[in-house]
């Protein structure tokens, strides 16, 4: 078993079949605020579909005791990884007063949990990268070993705040590293309408920082290089650049309709190369996800959501005057 | 007790505030080895070290964004943007994160930044070295903002921004910087945001203003009180969210209100100070509400004849309130 | 030749002052355009200044060390040929002419334009700002002016309020102007206009009000007061000669007055929209004339006072009136109103009633008539007693038997039942 690639990357095989629980969960809570929204419960849904495998092999790849992320609207697997639940997750779809990411403020995918160290992010893209620039500056001043991780969207890497932002951390070699997870698409504009160099990654040399591009649909390929990344910020070696390469497997959002921007065909190939489908075929190739372990993990992941939902369904609204809270300190 | 000028009394503030908490740390372009363009960090490098008082990329949203983020994670950031005519690549930060950090994520996260602007003309800035940018963010709840007057509530005030909670722009006026001078106390004291201040009492008629524009009614104050003219001026201080229990205080003490901004008319922050007046002191009031302002032209030129033209300043100042004294 | 000043130049978007380090020159260099003449040190900047100008420098007035603010003088230069024009900025239009101050005081446009302030005020203060001076331009009323009118008490009150107070017609004045929208009237050769302003237009404003909103009706009673007239005669010289004033024959006329509105307090009431208030006071106004102008002072609880202390009252009223020192004190408050009709002939006439009392009583002249009594001719002192009701508030029955115990008042009225003291 020494020899499987998870076990090179000094990954147990509890490690890994938690990875994949972690995915797995991210897909199914993700599927069932579509039915939600389909059945006119929840008003918008934002889905992880197609990257869950870049989202959840960083996260693993991190330090989840210590370190800051700033996620963007995508990052369902992040913040699961992060300690957030799936009755959280639930509570912000139904906009309810539990919901800790907003109190039933914010959209859903606009996640925040101080405790577990999930940045608050707005709609506005590319604004959560300078936070995480700030905080691994924290980090540097306050001589801190932890690191800030922060993602987003290859659309997004066309922001001012994202050159303004990874320059800043280059000048000032900051702990920071950068994930763009590249789905190809920022809502309708495919990557060659967006992107005048040829990577994501490449963009990074400007900034005076490595940068590469990987498999995003290889949680191990994406855990891999973020665990580099992480070595050498601690080591005061300064901030990373990461294109994780996959496919938006849903249209941008419930409110949007792919079909009248890109090809069925293209949709149902960039499906074979589905993480769900292709992580838990390399477990089943090790020996990991047997069948009795695949079916107790399609149990217990199906009970949490609907637990979740029962839950956060049958959840108070916060009160209508509660609109005036929290505007300042009080 | 210290006379000081109004820069040096942003100095001493940041000192001061850097020698009571660690946390506190300067960043900006030019705030470090040269001390600020307008030498507002002077020292403050060779005292604290590139690490508290960091130049940073020409980059305003970086500037901002950064600081919010070291803001979250519990620093004391002061953000020094070289020009208030140039935090517009900054809005979004200021606007959208900034603004909305707290009330966004339920109170759970918050962004206490401060972030300083030199503002206003008069000084050959031309359009973009001397504009008033205040209300561009005055109807974003979640911000503060606060300009101030003197010497001594640039201290205060200053002071009390870099230790509130919450998001507050310091705009301070260029133009002051080594014009005004004033007694400064050497104790730690700080100001109250969201209170007005009666810089003068009176009881013919009631200026409402901030900034420099506060010494100019000052100024025509005293000359109008020799034709017995008495006349009661309030300091905003805080114009973003406004004191409205002063406001109507004092548009109530005399009934006849001139306001006064450097800005441009039309949509500064003065015309919500009227519509709080024209809401709370109807049966109180004397004369309509009166308003000096800067004219509605994109910014202040350059050519002293239109630069003056643009600006207030004492005489025009002098010569509204006599007006509406004599109303 | 020509004199040239070189000043302190602004250095720096802040800085507004400079400190002369080195002078690089002397008296009597010569120097050229653009040379430097000086080192300054500001906040911002270290700078060599350029002069300005070429030619000889004549005096350096800044010392080395010495600070001066931008614009101030740094030193002389002598230039060759004319005085070049000052390029530096100039303050082109000419300093606007001080408003004159008479020319406001006579504008009185903004008079009766009244502030919201100014407007709350008087309705809260009860005063009349048509009696009020304004100090603001165009003479409009400022609010300064009404703290000032209420903090020294000096308040013109409106004539319309209930309290009257302040120059008030009587309720009889018949020459009245009736209404109000009044049509422009065509002057012919040798009119005179007599503006309507002051006291007439109040006395003006006054009746339209009253007859406008009072249903006015009119009822009058004869009284035969020879036993009255013979009793008065008899004590009149010793009274006159022992308290200083007349004992007139009105004084008993209102002594009546007073015991009848005892005794039907209806007619001494106002008229409030929703319900009738009847006074507890009764307190009389009586009319007294003064030029052009006629004001009601009020004789105050005139049930509790003899016909001495009534006459008193009349007198010194009378006295007041006429040489203008009437207080608003001295006409507030009445109930009821006497008009003394007979002192100027009068028989008969229909008072108009002083708003917004309930009614006035006309006391006519006294004259000699024959009257038959027990079927024989007697020369009696007869007078008419003419009342004017509001209809809302009193009906003929109840005036009929308040006029009634007023003429049996006054028919008793004797040398041994009746005494002035």
Known sequence: MSNTRHAELGLSDEKVLDMYRTMLLARKLDERMWLLNRAGKIPFVISCQGQEAAQVGASFALDREIDYVAPYYRDMGVVLAFGMTAKELMLSGFAKAEDPNSGGRQ?????????????????????????????????????KDFVSFVTLGEGSSNQGDFHEGLNFAGVHNLPVITMVENN???????????????????????????????????????????????????????????????????????????????????????????????????LKEVGILTEEVEKEINKSITDIVNEATDYAENAPYAEAESALKYVYEE | MPVMSYIQAVTTALREEMHRDEKVFVLGEDVGKKGGVFRATDGLYDEFGEHRVLDTPLAES??????????????????????????????????????????????????????????GGGVHGALYHSQSVESIFANQPGLKIVIPSTPYDVKGLLKAAIRDNDPVLFFEHKRAYRLLKGEVPEDDYVLPIGKADVKREGSDITIITYGLCVHFALQAAEKLAEEGIDAHILDLRTIYPLDQEAIIEAAKKTGKVLLITEDNKEGSIIGEVAAIIAENCLFDLDAPIQRLAGPDIPAMPYAPTMEKYFMVNPDKVEKAMRDLAEF | MA?????????????????????????????????????????????EVPSSFTGVIKELVADEGETIAVGDLMCYIETEGGASEDTSERDAEPKEESINEKEVSADQSMKKRYSPAVLRMAQENDIDLSEVNGTGRGGRITRKDIEKVIKTGEMPKPASSEETAAPKAAGSVSSASKQAPVKQQETQAGDIEIPVTGVRKIIAENMVRSKQEIPHAWMTVEADVTDLVSYRNQVKNEFKQKEGFSLTFFAFFVKAVAQGLKEFPQLNSTWAGDKIIQRKDINLSIAVAKDQELYVPVIKHADEKSIKGIARDIYELAMKARSGKLTADDMRGGTFTVNNTGSFGSIHSMGVINHPQA???????????????????????????????????????????FLARVKELLENTNQDNTNVY
Request: charge should be negative; glycine fraction near 6%; aromatic fraction near 6%.
């Open chain 3, 3 to 47: 004199s040239e000043k070189i000043n302190m130049p602004q250095l720096g978007e802040s800085v507004t002052e400079g400190t002369i380090s080195t002078w690089l020159v002397s008296v009597g260099d010569k120097v050229n355009k653009y040379d430097p003449i000086a080192e300054v040190l500001t906040d911002k900047v270290n700078a």
């Open chain 3, 359 to 401: 009614a006035i009583l006309q006391v006519e002249s006294i004259v000699k008539r024959p009257v038959i009594i027990n079927d024989m001719f007697a020369a009696r002192d007869m007078v008419n007693l003419s009342l004017s009701l509001d209809h809302r508030i009193l009906d003929g029955l109840v005036c009929g038997q």
């Open chain 2, 62 to 119: 970086a500037i901002a964004g950064v600081g919010i983020g070291a803001a979250m994670y519990g620093m004391r950031p002061v953000a020094e943007m070289q020009f208030a005519d140039f935090i517009m690549p900054a809005v979004n930060q200021i606007i959208s994160e900034a603004a909305k950090m707290r009330y966004r994520s339920n109170n759970d996260w918050d962004a206490p930044i401060t972030i300083r602007a030199p503002y």
């Open chain 1, 107 to 143: 959209m859903p995918g606009h996640f925040g949990q101080k405790k577990n160290r999930i940045l608050s992010g707005s709609s506005p893209v590319t604004t959560q990268l300078p936070h995480a620039v700030g905080i691994a500056l924290a980090a540097k001043m306050e001589k």
């Open chain 1, 184 to 282: 190809k698409y920022a809502i309708s504009v495919p990557i060659e309408k967006q992107i005048a160099s040829k990577t994501v990654a490449d963009r990074a040399v400007s900034y005076g920082m490595p940068g590469v591009t990987i498999d995003g649909n290889d949680p191990l390929a994406v855990y891999e290089a973020v665990k580099e990344a992480r070595e050498r910020a601690v080591n005061g070696e300064g901030p990373s650049l990461i294109e994780a390469v996959s496919y938006r497997l849903t249209a941008h959002s419930s409110d949007d309709d792919d079909r009248t921007y890109r090809e069925s065909e293209e949709v149902e190939e960039a499906r074979k190369k589905d993480s769900i489908i292709t992580f838990a075929a390399y």
